[in-house]
Structure formats: C-alpha cells, structure tokens
C-alpha cells in the first residue's frame, strides 16, 4: 500500500515534468515552418563574378579583429589547398578549377540560415537569429559541447580549441554587432572590388537573383542556392557551373535539420506520460501471485 | 587478492557489519576499506597482482597527460578537429558506455517492475553496472567539454529545449540520481545505515518505472543526436526515421552482455568476494539473460535491415564501407546469435560468455563507426585520433576498472552483508521472519 | 595683294573653325582621370583615358549609350533603344560610391515602380566589372596592383609587406 502511494506520487512528478518540458519544447512541435522575419537581410553571392583577390577574407579580420593569418592575404599560394573556415578566419576564399570552364572561386562564410541547425542543437540557446537576419552567438553561456560543429550542413562553426581558459565557438556574425544592427553591409561586402555580393532584404534579394539569372541567358545555374536550402540561408549563391563542382552539396536537403529531430522531440513527452502507466500495467499483470495478493502487499521484502 | 589469500587461507575478508565474535563490535570504515587486512598486508597484496602493475604503467603515463589536457586546452590532447568535433572522449566513452550500462534500468525493472526475484543475485551487479557507466560518462563528458566547470548551465542558467542534448543532459542528471538511489541500498548495508535502505526500498517499483522512461528517451537521444548531421554519417548507419530505435534495441542485449562479461570476470578473478547464491546461481542467470539479448539482436538486426530497405540502400553494401558494415553486423550481430542461441540451446555457459563479448564490441563498434569512423566519410578520410587522445581514454577507461573493483571487493554486490536482527531493531519484522534471520546468522 | 588677302583671312578662318569645332568636340574629355577615391588601401589610379579611346574607338562599350553610341545590351534596349548622348556622362555620374547604405538600399526600394536599374553595381564595382572584364578578355593587366599600387593602409588590412605576419613556429593550415 505504501509503496503504491509513494509511486503514484511518482507517476504525477513525471506528468508534471512530461507537461513542463511539453511546453517548452512546444514550440519545436507546434511550429509550421519559419519564412524568416520579413526585414531580414541577406546578401547574393555571385561566383562567377569573384577573382579570387581575398580582399574580404582581409577585411573581415580587420573588421572583428581576429588574429594574424598564417600568410598574407595577397599570398594566393593558399589556393592549392581547400580551405575551412577556422577560429582564426571567419570566412575564407577556395579555387575551384572547373573543367572547360574558367576557373571559378567560393567564399565561405556563415550562411546565416533562417532555421539554422546550430541554434537547433544547441542545448543552451546560445545562438540567435536575430530580425535582421544575422545568427549570433552568446560566448556567456557557452559549454563547449561542439553540437553546433556537428550540425551545421556546411561545417562553418570552428572551436578555439587551443584556448585551456575560455575557449569558444567562433563563425562569421554577419558583422551584426558592428554594422548590421545599424542596417549597414558587412566589411566583406563593402570591401569586395567586383560586387560579388550584393546586400539587400533578402526576400529582394531572391528576386534579383531570379531576374539575374533571366537576364543573362546561359550564364547561370538556374538555382538560387539558398532560397530553400536547409529551410532558406540568408546568403545565397549563384554559380556557372554545377553546385557540386564548387564545394557545394547540390543534394543538400531543402527541410531545416530541426525538422530532422522534430519527431523524436515530439515523442518525448508522449514516453514520460504513457510509460508509467504502461509499466505499472505489466507491474500488476506480471506479479499478482496464486492467491490474487501482490507481493508487497504483506510487507517488505529485503 | 587470491593469491593472499592462498598463502593466508585463515582470514577473515570483511562480509558483515560486526566482528564475528561475541563481542560483536561494529566494523570501523577504515577497517571496511582495507577489507579487515592490514594496511601493510593490503598493499603486498596490491603489489603482487600484476594486473595493477599495469595499471602503474597507464596511470603513470596517463594522469600528466590528463592534466595536461587542462592546462594548455583541449588542443593540445585531440588538436583542431574542426570537422570531427566529436572524437574518442565522446565516441567511446559517451556513446560507447551508456549503452552498456543499460543494465540498471533492464535489471531493475526485470525484478521490480516485472517480480522476477529469481534475478536478485545479480540485480545489485547490473546496477552497480549501470551506475558506474554513466558516471564515468560523464567523466569523459568533463573531458571533452571546452568548458566543463559550465556543465550545470543547461540546468540553471540558459535553457535550449529544442535541443536533443538538452533532453540527454537532464535526463542524464535525474537518471545518475534514480541509478544512486538503486545502488545506495549495498552503500547503507555497508554503511550501517538501515534506516537509509529502509526509505530507498520503499521507492524501488517506482525507481524502476522511472528508470525505464529515463533510460528509452536519452538512449534513443544518443541516437537522435545523429540525425542533425544527415549528410555526414554514412547512410549505412544511418536512418532519418528508425536511428533512434537503432540506438535504444541495441542498448539492450547491451547491458545484458555487459553484464554477463562483468559477472564473468567476478566470478573468475574474485572467486573469494562471491557468495555461494552469487555462485551457484550465475550460470543459469548468465544464460537468462542471454535469452534476453538474444531476443534484443534478432530484434536489432532485423530493425537495421528495414532501415536500409526503407531507404532503398542497398546499392551501398557494395562499397568499401558495405564490407565494413557487415562486418559489424556480421560479427557483433550474426555471430553473437549464433554463440548466445548455441549457448542457450545447449547450456553452454562458455558459449554464453563468448557470445556477450562479441556483442558488446559489436554495440561499442556501431557507436565509433557513428560518430566516428564514418563520419564524415564524404570527405574520403577516416578520422583518427591522435595519440595523447587515445591515451586519455585508456587512464579514465581504467580509473572507471578500477573503481568498479575497489567496490566490487568491499560493498554487498557479489555477496549478501550478514547482520543481525538486532541491526534492524528501529523497524518491525514479522515475527515468523526473526525466528527465520536468528536461525540463519547462528548457523 | 587683294587675293592673297583673302586666301589669308579663308585660310585663318578655316583654321579657326576646325580649331572651334575640335575644341568643342573634344570639351571635356579627359586624357587622363585620376581616380583617388580607394586612398584608404591604394594609391590614386592614373587612369589613361586617350589611350583608350584611341585602342577602342568605340565609346558604348564603357559608357553605355550616354555618350552617343547605340545600345546592344537586349536588356538595357528594351527602354534605352533610342536614348542617345546624356548630360552625364562619368561612371561616378550614375554608379554610386556607396550602394549599400540604409539610404541607398531604402531609395532603391522607394522608386516606383520598382523596376529600373534594380541591379546596377555600385562605382567600384562598375570600374572592375567593366575594366577587369574587358582586360580578363583582351590580356591586359589584371592583378590588383597592376593599376593600383598598396600604400600603407592597403599593406596594413592585408598583413602584407612590412605587416606581414611572421614564420609561424609550426604552420597550422585547416583543410578538409
């Protein structure tokens, strides 16, 4: 008797529980899918406009005043390897020699998704994807857990790992806390000699890329690469040439990776409110004994 | 130990709380430690087994290195995995051991929840099992961590709900809580502290209950953590719907191996720290319980080829990782059915045991082939940890052996803690039941 | 005496009509145009306009139709087909320096209807586009300091020069 008690109290501690964390993950539930804050900026990537100068790989460690680079960025010899993005370089430049085409480059960087796959992961909401487009990241509050490393589609969060008292996840802000905040062009857009990007709302943004492509027969992929790439980026790509040649996942699923886990969330507080029962249930079925008592009911057993 | 004892065959290993003699004296705690032997004659049995020889050597190589880790940044133990952000601390020692400390709540419930009191003797094992495995898990999670003194953020500081590991996190939490409470009754036997077993027993079934949901949710997260990374692991060992079943089937027939590989081991090296009931009844519990895992790997394997079939993979077993894959499959599945089946079909405890090995190395295997080997296998290279890495894993990996030991040989797990009825005065036995305890401690 | 008089006052004439009519054809067009907009990184560009207009003749290729020259861009001659010369004529005239300003984007965005010159490129970008473009095509000079040589500044934001970084003790390079 005692024991059932004590265990009922128990069965309503998991319901609460099984309600609370039901509310809090409501919202990975609930939700349809995110278009994107309508005032959201973006910026047009436009590869075959890029010579491969590494003026923004420049500017943007001026600009978030990141450590000394290796090598000069005007020594091209870094082209012969392809390159990531690191805890020293928030963006970086590759060259794609793409058979009877010319050769073309890449910048990477942030793709500051609209649904990105690190604030999905991460289990202590150190991202944010603020209105005006740009995926921040809150060093206060970050464990170093590394989710965000494994989610990301593009593989652009790096780790300072060499660093023993605080080390933290560094990837482009969108030059948020600088410039973006105050509507303007992050350093690399402004610095970029050929207009590679162009910056603008990024709902504009898919228009103009759209009637780029139209406006120039041939010369285009017909793709804005992330316009519905992992649910939408806020930079998107347009290229001569296939996606895949340039580094690129051409397959590169169009639901955002929260969508991934979204049902086993979901199933989460079903297990806390269902199981107890459920194994309660097999508790009487399996131990009533000849007489019709429960073991317990007489007392403990040791 | 064995040996010690071999050339000392008149002591008196600590197994009660009270000398054995008239006076009857309760046990001092440094008396329990050194399990009634001199601290001199403790140590010379230390020194004479050549299993802590090696234990010097990992220790003596491994804890600097350790330290290390934390003085000059996780870069200089496992470099700058920017791509591979999870390596051996997590493949193995998270991914690896949880799902063979699936034991406590399979255990746990298998005579609670389901009153198989047949599987007592080997309870205290399977949760002790368990336990030892997720604390030890979260020894390689401060490892690993770039700052594990924030660990208890995810509780109390920032919350991230849609988060998988955020449900793992607390659910490892409450779970190590559920596990401490279930192991706690052999520390208040040791102890002396009825009144503390008392509460804890009163609490088993729902103990159990809540170890069961716990363990289903944070061993199918383990799995679902996998799915933010679509792309990365080989689509082999991975299902967007099934991964997290994948994960949660194979934790099963887990723990039971692991603890059947345990009990062996006991039963081989401690032979002296065994009761009678412990010994008398492993083999046929061994067996039982390979009838459990048995059923888990039939069920595992099956799961894993609708997952394949549901994805229309089948085109890759044709590649260089589709041998791979069989050979996971072929050795820590197939093969382990055949050595678990033949065992049960023949009572061969010997085949038994073989059989769980080969599973556990299967569960282990499918964890470092996720999260590791595989990952990122677009990329066309596999992902090898460097060595210091490799060295950190061995020295915690046998900080948790030897803990496993140090309790093995002093609390009540492999053998019933003889008391008296008067140890148990402040509560209310039936009568029928103190005429029975009075007649088996005079014996 | 009279004769040649007159032969003086025709010749003199002529002369001065064709001095007029070059002068007032060729007003305004520079020989050479600095363009020192990029001090910042670079030194001033010493722009050679005469030797361009005397290897290209044709003048549409850089300034569009604003200077005379037919349109052949399809997209530009569904309006521009008979615009002809313009007032304005200098890249800076309708390439903005700035294109990305709250403002700039804000004024694109306002004009209505929404649809001219939605994708024009801002000045620096049309000086490269047009100037790299045709030199990428006719093998002129194409790396960056070919026409505008780093100052300080430039050799500062590309660790370059006496900014350079030194030899690291053990090159660290993230690749895949």
């Not at chain 2, 791509?83 to 949880?98: I, P, Q, R, T, Y």
């Not at chain 2, 660990?151 to 449900?167: K, T």
């Not at chain 3, 001095?19 to 600095?34: Q, T, Y």
């Not at chain 3, 500044?153 to 003790?169: L, N, Q, T, V, Y």
Request: charged residues 15%.
């Amino acid at each position: 008797m005692i024991e059932r008690r004590d265990f009922l109290k128990g069965c309503l501690a998991c319901g609460v529980t099984a309600a609370t964390v039901s509310v809090a993950s409501g919202k990975a539930m609930a939700a349809g899918s995110f278009e994107g804050y309508p005032d959201a900026m973006g910026v047009l990537v436009d590869l075959t406009r890029c010579v491969g100068c590494r003026s923004c790989e420049a500017a943007c460690n001026a600009e978030q005043k990141l450590p000394e680079p290796d090598l000069p960025f005007d020594d091209m010899s870094v082209f012969k390897d392809k390159r990531r993005t690191t805890e020293k370089a928030y963006t970086i430049v590759n060259e794609y020699k793409v058979a009877d085409k010319d050769t073309l480059y890449r910048k990477i960087q942030c793709n500051h998704c609209t649904e990105p796959a690190c604030l999905s992961s991460c289990f202590v909401n150190a991202y944010t994807k603020t209105k005006e487009g740009a995926v921040i990241y809150n060093a206060k509050v970050c464990v170093g857990c590394r989710n965000c490393m494994i989610a990301c589609p593009f593989n652009i969060p790096a780790y300072s790992y060499s660093s023993p008292l605080n080390p933290l996840v560094k990837k482009c802000i969108f030059c948020y806390d600088t410039r973006l905040k105050d509507g303007k062009p992050p350093a690399c857009v402004e610095i970029c000699p050929q207009q590679v990007m162009t910056f603008g709302r990024r709902a504009d943004l898919i228009k103009l890329g759209h009637d780029r492509i139209q406006a120039n027969p041939g010369k285009y992929v017909d793709k804005l690469y992330g316009e519905k790439a992992v649910g939408g980026t806020s930079w998107m790509y347009l290229s001569s040439v296939d996606f895949d040649k340039v580094g690129m996942d051409g397959h590169i699923q169009n639901e955002p990776i929260i969508s991934n886990v979204k049902d086993f969330l979901g199933f989460v507080p079903m297990v806390l409110s269902i199981w107890p029962a459920l194994f309660t249930g097999v508790h009487l079925l399996a131990t009533k004994n000849k007489d019709g008592h429960h073991d317990h009911e007489e007392g403990d057993h040791q | 130990m064995k040996q010690f004892l071999t050339r000392n065959p008149n002591t008196q290993i600590i197994s009660s709380l009270r000398k054995d003699d008239d006076k009857g004296r309760p046990w001092t705690l440094m008396e329990k430690i050194f399990l009634g032997l001199t601290p001199q004659q403790y140590l010379s049995q230390a020194m004479s087994n050549p299993l802590n020889w090696i234990f010097a050597v990992i220790f003596l190589i491994g804890f600097p290195v350790l330290i290390g880790r934390y003085i000059f940044g996780l870069s200089w133990a496992v470099g700058d995995p920017y791509d591979n952000a999870w390596g051996l601390f997590l493949a193995f020692g998270l991914f690896g051991m949880v799902p063979l400390s699936s034991s406590g709540f399979q255990l746990g419930s298998a005579v609670e929840v389901f009153g198989r009191h047949d599987f007592e003797p080997i309870e205290r094992l399977g949760i002790l099992n368990g336990i030892l495995g997720y604390f030890f898990a979260v020894m390689f999670l401060m490892v690993d961590l770039g700052q594990p003194w924030r660990l208890p953020y995810p509780m109390v500081v920032s919350w991230g709900p849609e988060a998988v590991l955020f449900l793992v996190a607390w659910h490892v939490a409450t779970y190590l809580s559920v596990q401490a409470a279930e192991t706690s009754t052999a520390f208040f036997e040791w102890m002396g502290w009825p009144a503390g077993k008392t509460f804890v027993k009163k609490m088993a079934l729902g103990l159990a209950v809540a170890g069961i949901i716990l363990s289903t949710l944070h061993q199918g997260a383990l799995g679902a953590l996998s799915t933010y990374a679509p792309g990365k692991v080989h689509p082999l060992w991975y299902s967007s719907s099934f991964q997290w079943l994948y994960f949660f089937v194979s934790s099963l027939p887990g723990g039971l191996c692991m603890v059947i590989v345990v009990s062996t081991i006991a039963v081989k090296t401690m032979q002296w720290r065994c009761d009678d009931t412990f010994k008398n009844s492993l083999s046929k519990l061994q067996i039982a319980l390979a009838k459990g895992a048995s059923m888990g790997l039939i069920t595992y394997l099956t799961i894993r080829l609708i997952g394949i079939a549901h994805d229309n993979k089948w085109a890759y077993l044709g590649t260089g990782w589709g041998a791979w894959w069989m050979f996971e499959i072929g050795f820590g599945v197939i093969l382990s059915l055949i050595l678990l089946t033949a065992g049960i079909r023949n009572n061969s405890v010997a085949l038994v045991r073989l059989g769980a090995w080969t599973t556990i190395i299967g569960v282990v295997l499918n964890r470092l082939n996720v999260y590791m080997f595989t990952f990122n296998w677009q990329q066309g290279h596999v992902h090898i940890p460097p060595i210091r890495e490799i060295i950190i894993t061995v020295t915690v990996y046998s900080v948790y052996i030897v803990t496993y030991r140090a309790i093995l040989y002093r609390w009540p797990i492999l053998f019933k803690w003889k008391t008296r009825y008067s140890d148990y005065a402040v509560l209310e036995p039936q009568p029928a039941a103190i005429a029975e305890a009075e007649a088996a401690s005079s014996k | 005496m009279h004769a040649v008089k007159q032969k003086m006052i025709l010749g003199i004439t002529g002369i001065l009509m064709m001095l007029v009519s070059n002068v007032c054809f060729g007003a305004g067009i520079p020989d050479k145009v600095s363009i020192g907009s990029i001090q910042k990184y670079y030194a001033p560009v010493s722009f050679n306009h005469a030797a361009h207009i005397n290897r290209l003749k044709d003048c549409g290729l850089c300034h569009h139709h604003t200077t005379g020259a037919q349109v052949t861009d399809p997209n530009c001659a569904r309006c521009h087909k008979n615009s002809g010369a313009q007032p304005v004529v200098s890249c800076k005239g309708c390439h903005v320096a700035d294109p990305f300003t709250p403002e700039a984007l804000k004024q694109q965005r306002d004009q209505q209807p929404p649809v001219y010159h939605r994708d024009k490129p801002g000045l620096k970008a049309a000086y490269h586009i047009s100037c790299l473009g045709c030199h990428q095509k006719m093998n002129g000079p194409t790396g960056c300091q070919d026409c505008h040589k780093r100052n300080d500044g430039g050799d500062a934001i590309f660790k370059s020069g006496k900014h350079a970084p030194k030899a690291p003790a053990k090159p660290k390079t993230a690749h895949h």
